[in-house]
């Protein structure tokens, strides 16, 4: 069963009643739209233990009901339904309650491994994949995210304002909640002026973050309520060194709980120790190694192994797989395959490439560094560079495009940027009109910078690394475009 809906209790509540039922919970990005949500339909369809044919159930809020019409029925078989539909049925689901089975046959076949969740990602190329979220990986993040990590009592509130399909709400946020039989605040959407409030309203002792999160907090005004609240401790990920100890002392947080970990990864890192400015600890095997950053593969030796870097030195995270650390990988097998890195220290290991810069800062603690490969982060989401430019190169005026991510003073993350050959058809205007409508608003390219030509290479690796150094402020006589309100013009 898909869910498409914004926070509510009733997301919760449909999430484990889902799982809890034996069937699998498809958590649906709603921000993407077109081609990118038929994508992840037709992952679901896939995977759909009925059969690949068979008419996918999909709850959804009455503000992502539209999108469900744009879902390309040769991608997957798509049929709603509504909370507002639940509630109508509401005395006659209840007088039926008594006779439900809340254990139905199929639970006594499902094992530890089975799916319980789907949780789409980027990854670190291409088109969103399913990530399995199997029940036992989730039973070990509760175990070691909320019960080791982040340690909730019973009487905290844990306010979450972050989407259910993002793992940091999925998983941090309910799971840690579950684990101490604490209270779950859900904020229907995340407002930097009103987070505060809603935050007071609710009572809440802790929340979850990812970096842009912090970021946007205090770039407001300070304001009473900044420390007038009752929150001890945040969870999450992506706060920057930079701006850690402001957070912490205009905020009055006492403890802050990093952690690395991705949807699709066997190894995760959390700050358990309560040290500063850390992604944390991690009990398991894995190494920091020399990439390749044009390809975010690992470099090898000439008689094919990899090669681990210093400590301090940035390098590539890699999670060695084994019975402690499995991975449960995607839907699609070929694409799990495409993540593994195999006979790299010696023959017949394997270790899972997170696609992750990150240093080794000693006794198993790391700092992240940057994303490799084909996406970058941008509000708080990992965007596919082919994505994009199959979007753009969709437009008419537009020949040829590269996509890359570049640094913005002040912001997490990177931002779209897209070097693009045009021709007499090219409009700007057209042109954001086009990609906002095929491009979910966090994957849509804040700058255009239109170039004479792009290097004649497969996957134009060579050519983006380089565009990426340069950044949007190095683009020397080539004419650059920002994304405005009416679309694209003249920087």
């Known amino acids: 069963m898909a869910i498409a ?48 044919d068979a008419t996918i159930l999909v709850l959804h809020d009455d503000a992502t009901a ?112 579950l684990t101490a039989g604490a209270c779950l605040a859900v904020g229907q959407k995340f407002s930097a002026s009103r987070f505060w409030d809603d935050v007071i309203a609710n009572d809440a002792t802790a929340f979850c973050y990812i970096g842009e999160l912090c970021r946007y907090l205090l770039a407001q005004p300070p304001k009473p309520t900044d420390r007038a609240h009752r929150v001890r401790l945040v969870a999450g990920n992506g706060l920057r060194p930079e ?48 990439a390749d950053e044009e390809t975010g593969q690992p470099v090898r030796t000439a008689s ?30 070929k694409a799990t395959e495409t993540k593994i890195v195999r006979d790299a220290f010696k023959a017949g290991d394997a270790y899972f490439n997170t696609g992750d810069l990150v240093v080794e800062q000693g006794f198993r603690h790391i700092a ?37 991510g570049v640094e913005i003073p002040g912001a997490d993350g990177r931002a779209g940027m897209a070097a693009i050959v045009v021709d007499d058809d090219f409009d700007p205007i057209a042109l954001a009109a086009a990609v906002r409508e095929r491009l979910p608003h966090y994957a849509v390219p804040l700058y255009l910078r239109v170039v004479t030509e792009l290097a004649h290479t497969s996957t ?11 950044g949007y402020l190095e683009a020397g006589d080539d004419q650059v475009y920002t994304l405005a309100d009416e679309g694209y013009v003249r920087a």
């Open 368 to 404: 992240f560094v940057d994303r490799l490969g084909d996406t970058f982060r941008w509000k708080g989401e990992n965007v596919a560079t082919t994505e994009v430019e199959a979007a753009l190169n969709a437009v008419p005026g537009i020949s040829a495009s590269v996509v890359y």
């Open 460 to 470: 134009f690796k060579n050519v983006r690394t380089e565009l990426r150094k340069q």
């Open 66 to 177: 539209d999108s469900l019409a744009s879902v390309n029925p040769e991608s997957a078989k798509v049929s709603g339904l509504s909370f507002a539909d639940l509630d109508l049925a509401a005395d006659d689901l209840a007088s039926r309650d008594g006779s439900a089975n809340a254990n139905p046959t199929i639970t006594t076949t499902l094992t530890a491994g089975s799916p319980a969740y789907y949780i789409f990602t980027s990854g670190t190329t291409g088109w969103p994949k399913a990530s399995i979220m199997s029940h036992s990986r989730w039973q070990a993040a509760m175990a070691g995210i909320g019960g080791a990590g982040i340690r909730l009592r019973r009487d905290d509130v844990m306010y979450v304002a972050l989407p259910f399909y993002h793992n940091n709400a999925l998983t941090i946020s309910i799971a840690s909640a």
């Open 243 to 290: 701006i850690w100890d402001e957070f912490a002392e205009r905020f009055g947080i006492t403890r802050i709980v990093e952690l690395y970990a991705a949807s699709e990864s066997n190894i995760g890192f959390i700050n358990i120790f309560g040290q500063s400015k850390t992604a944390g600890f991690c009990p398991l095997s894995y190494s920091v190694v020399k």
């Open 5 to 52: 809906a914004h926070n509510s209790p009733d997301v919760v509540i449909a999430m484990l009643a889902v799982v809890k039922l034996g069937a699998v919970a498809g958590m649906i990005n709603y921000n993407q739209p077109g081609d990118a949500l038929s994508h992840s339909f037709g992952l679901l369809a896939a995977a759909n233990q009925a059969g690949a």
């Open 304 to 333: 094919g192994r990899v090669i681990k870097v210093p400590k301090g030195t940035p390098g590539l995270l890699l999670g060695q797989i084994n019975d402690r650390a499995r991975i449960d990988g995607y839907t699609d097998p």
